[in-house]
């Protein structure tokens, strides 16, 4: 019987979800009835993209409940992986990601994938298919640190900060701030976020230029998740009027789609857009003046964000990167401590 896996928060339920939450706020407050349950359990990561607080924080996870981690760099350390499937290894690649993926099962209790997209279209990459190799072959279950599509491990982390800060989410406006970047960035954050907030049944509001839409099909599973809890989901291209009376304001880029692969398209679509960015006079327009704002981090300080938001009372980005490692406790708790 294959294992569990965290591809995506969306294909988890609403009680599911809720439970995971609920023991990441337990294990933070130091309540923690099995501090070893992860004894002689591994979890092994590929990362074909960098990572600081997703690899930090699932080690520190794991050694946490008395298990072991280890973090592998295709093509650094370890082979390249070929990933394109019949194809002829006449090439730079020495192993191909399926017999990787098949070893890896035998050595692992549980895997982890971050692969960013790379395809050279939307349409191949939205597929995702370097996370949906390893989780059909490897024959344990597979986490994803970070696909095209889904980030789900920040979306959890992003829940239990939002349920943190607003004690009742629901009804609340949260606003997701596209922001100007010198590139284009995967979608899988703000796609992600917008769900962890549809979930608590918040007013969302994606501001962003036209042309900077989110994949149609994500689009659905957000309104989705929302008309399941008593959320709303709307589009503007009206950053000053989304801020007004906003309680969470989640500052991220990300690359326009229907321009992906062409960086000389990508970067005429986004000239002229450097002032869409989080700055004092923004926040002030948030509720009582006082909205949270938040991101994934890593972040381009006075470009994204400047430094008096970042560094004033509205931001509560270091203990959302906390949360990171909560949220991973609790999820490899409930994937390998109660199997």
């Known amino acids: 019987m294959m294992s569990r896996q965290m591809l995506a928060t969306d294909e988890w339920d609403d009680a599911a979800i809720g439970a995971l939450l609920d023991r990441a706020a337990q294990l933070k407050a130091g309540r923690d009835p099995q501090p070893r349950a992860l004894e002689g359990?591994?979890?092994?990561?590929?990362?074909?993209?960098?990572?600081?607080?997703?690899?930090?924080?699932?080690?520190?996870?794991?050694?946490?409940?008395?298990?072991?981690c280890i973090a592998l760099e295709p093509g650094k350390g370890v082979w390249g992986f070929e990933t394109r499937p019949g194809v002829v290894m006449d090439g730079d690649a020495a192993e191909h990601l399926v017999d990787a993926a098949r070893v890896l099962g035998r050595y692992g209790d549980l895997l982890g994938?971050?692969?960013?997209?790379?395809?050279?279209?939307?349409?191949?990459?939205?597929?995702?298919?370097?996370?949906?190799?390893?989780?059909?072959e490897a024959?344990?279950?597979?986490?994803?640190?970070?696909?095209?599509?889904?980030?789900?491990?920040?979306?959890?982390a992003d829940a239990l900060t939002i349920r943190e800060q607003l004690g009742t989410p629901r009804g609340k406006?949260?606003?997701?701030?596209?922001?100007?970047?010198?590139?284009?960035?995967?979608?899988?954050?703000?796609?992600?976020?917008?769900?962890?907030?549809s979930r608590e049944g918040m007013e969302v509001v994606i501001a962003r230029p036209r042309g900077f839409d989110l994949d149609p099909e994500d689009m659905r599973a957000i309104e989705a998740m929302a008309g399941r809890n008593g959320g709303s989901v709307s589009t503007t291209d009206d950053l000053n009027a989304a801020m007004e009376g906003a309680e969470i304001?989640?500052?991220?880029?990300?690359?326009?789609?229907?321009?992906?692969g062409d960086a000389e398209s990508e970067a005429r679509g986004r000239a002229g857009l450097r002032?869409?960015?989080?700055?004092?006079?923004?926040?002030?327009?948030?509720?009582?003046?006082?909205?949270r704002l938040m991101h994934c981090l890593p972040l381009r300080r006075n470009v994204i964000v400047t430094d008096g938001v970042l560094d004033g009372p509205w931001s509560v980005v270091t203990d959302q990167a906390e949360n990171r490692l909560h949220v991973q406790r609790a999820l490899l708790l409930d994937l390998l401590g109660d199997a």
């Open 173 to 197: 406006r949260f606003v997701l701030a596209w922001c100007w970047h010198p590139r284009a960035l995967p979608t899988a954050v703000p796609v992600s976020a917008a769900l962890a907030a």
């Open 41 to 68: 359990r591994v979890l092994a990561n590929l990362f074909f993209n960098p990572s600081l607080r997703t690899r930090a924080s699932f080690e520190v996870a794991m050694l946490r409940h008395g298990g072991a």
């Open 139 to 156: 024959g344990v279950g597979v986490i994803n640190l970070e696909s095209a599509r889904r980030h789900p491990c920040q979306g959890l």
């Open 275 to 291: 002032h869409w960015r989080i700055d004092e006079d923004l926040m002030a327009r948030t509720a009582g003046g006082q909205g």
């Open 113 to 136: 994938v971050r692969a960013f997209p790379s395809a050279p279209t939307w349409e191949e990459a939205r597929r995702d298919e370097v996370l949906k190799i390893v989780a059909r």
């Open 249 to 260: 304001v989640y500052a991220k880029s990300w690359g326009s789609l229907r321009r992906y």
